[in-house]
């Protein structure tokens, strides 16, 4: 590693938010715009969510669901129809007072989620159970006026997909609330290979007007867990509100049942933070723009350049392939290519060319191995596919290490204190409790987890009856 390279980004034990900032900027992802708390996403870094999105696309439609758009402005009257909603999205929306020179009759706030446009569309199109269920998932972007911000994890403007459902009963809604959350935990788990906690958000913790929220919770290499999405069962909150009715298969008018769903580009920062190192990006080969990137050698020489162009129309058509024929030296791409965390690095020169052979080397380790020319493409695919499963076992294994147990309170603050992360820890169930572990800890409940453990009999926090293991943490 040349020492340039090493000035360029920070050590992540060093500052680790000097790290990130110096990753999202320096590997070209976003750039910063004039407006406090935005981002411009640059090619590389929407390259990587147009992966994860058609991804995503794809498992939503297999779902049965379809894609819609709604508008970006809401009135003020149509938000305050769901109380709790507008209570819990207050501090965050940002409001529309003029158009042109002309002050608004009716104030218009920027969406910060779609809820209520949802709602009042329902109101127009479902009449009947035959109606249902209506599988709708719209992908957009929305305004939340965050104090404080930083690029992919907490931004003023983010785009995202978010579904919304209605159906005849409460067990179909949290059918389809769950299959969500699974659908979510996929993607990261196969695709972004970000190992997750699944599990139901407390009362405190869930989305403002819903009956239950349900999460997945990865952990990143500094210890803090950061939610990665999130599937709510709506119950029949909104349709009370906004008057969505149908007659059932009895012929009597019931409210529907909705549930809402929301996936964003907050995820590509949970990959960055997760699988990150001091010299870089590590993108895993499912998602990456680019899989493999070729580097000529001696590309002066004569025949390197056809040689490496011939190679990269050989391998196009099985992989997503780079070539840099740029007059720069190879180890500045060697660092640039590594700094993007290119997957794979193919390179070839003059004595490769003679032998039939180019050398690859691994972006997560490292490790350098010449490879004959006869049966590449098998040997590439092989190594992307160990690439791949290599990231998600280390996260695993790094979310292991860093998750501790914690059976009283003192246990609790000496755990979170010594090593940064998961702590399990059993809850009584009373939201006081919560609030002491936030306010003497600034932990907070992540999740109950869908798979239970008996840690003890007593809360950590009051020593009464435990209810629930809850993972607790720190969070972005």
Known sequence: ?????????????????????????????????????????????????????????RRIKETGHENVYMPLFIPESLLQKEKDHIEGFAPEVAWVTHGGDEK???????????????????????????????????????VRWEKTTRPFLR?????????????????????????????????????????????????KEKFAGAKHTYTIESLMHDGKALQSATSHHLGDGFAKAFG?????????????????????????????MVHGDDRGLVVPPRIAPTQLMIVPIAQHKEGVLDFTYDLKERLAGHFRVGIDASDKKPGWKFNEYEMKGIPLRLEAG??????????????????????????????????????????????????????????????FKTQLEEKAGFIKA????????????????????????????????????CGTKAKHMVYWAKAY
């Open 104 to 142: 608004l009759a009716e104030r218009l706030v920027v969406r910060p989620t779609s809820e209520v446009l949802f709602g009042e569309h329902y109101k127009n199109i479902i009449h009947s159970y035959r109606d249902l269920p209506k599988l709708y998932n719209q992908w957009a972007n929305v």
């Open 1 to 57: 590693m040349s020492k340039k390279f090493v000035e360029r980004i920070t050590g992540m034990d060093e500052d680790f938010a000097q790290w990130y900032t110096d990753v999202v900027t320096k590997a070209e992802l976003v750039d910063y715009s004039s407006v406090r708390g935005s981002m411009i996403i640059r090619p590389y870094g929407y390259a990587l969510w147009e992966n994860i999105r058609n991804e995503l696309d």
């Open 244 to 272: 969505i009715q149908f007659l059932d298969r009895e012929g009597k008018q019931q409210y529907v049942q909705q549930t809402s769903w929301g996936f964003t580009t907050r995820i590509i920062g949970a990959m960055i």
């Open 350 to 411: 003059p004595r490769d060319i003679e032998q039939n052979q180019v050398v690859l080397v691994r972006r997560d380790t490292g490790e350098k191995q010449t490879v004959a020319l006869e049966g590449l493409e098998e040997t590439i695919a092989s190594l992307l596919e160990d690439i791949q499963n290599s990231l998600l076992e280390k996260a695993r294994q790094h979310r292991e290490e860093k998750t501790s147990v914690a059976v009283n309170f003192d246990e």
């Open 155 to 203: 931004t003023l403007e983010f785009l995202w997909q978010e579904g919304h459902t209605c159906h005849e009963t409460d067990e179909l809604a949290q059918e389809e609330t769950v299959k969500m959350l699974e659908v979510y935990a996929e993607i990261c788990e196969q695709f972004l290979a970000i190992p997750v906690v699944k599990g139901q958000k407390t009362e």
């Open 426 to 461: 059993m809850w009584c169930g009373d939201q006081s409790c919560e609030d002491k572990i936030k306010e003497e800890t600034s932990a907070t409940s992540r999740c109950m987890p869908f798979e239970q453990e008996q840690l003890s009999d007593e809360c950590v926090c």
